[in-house]
């Protein structure tokens, strides 16, 4: 496969995430916690109340907050990831409640990504 088919299937698909088989278009907001054995040894749970808290706090509505199953980076754990229609997936990582209110108060409130807590930040 060349790197300009990559590219066409990329830009087709990057507003999509998977739901079993099927590409599913990214239609609202969400964030979702990485909630597997992994996470949750990390600190997920804590993460994942925190950024309920504070959402409820902030009477942020137009944001669903879910858990999620294995992200697939264990070493990053706590992972956070934010989805918006027609935005890159932003994936935050080794997060704690701290973190978690900065993300929902920077980013979910005032639309400012934090990039020092993503992933791109990491070189991995």
Known sequence: MT????NKIYKKMKHHVN????????????????????GIASGANLVYNSIKDE???????????KPTGCIGLCQYEPIVEVFE??????????MDEKKAQEVVEKHIVGG????EYTVASRRI
């Open 19 to 38: 739901v079993g088989d099927e590409p599913q278009k990214i239609d609202h907001k969400r964030i979702v916690v990485g909630m597997a054995t992994c």
């Open 112 to 115: 400012n990504v934090i990039t």
């Open 55 to 65: 959402l409820d706090k902030k009477k942020v509505a137009d944001f669903e907050l």
């Open 3 to 6: 790197v300009e088919e990559l």
């Open 85 to 94: 229609p027609g935005k890159d997936k932003v994936t935050y990582i080794k």
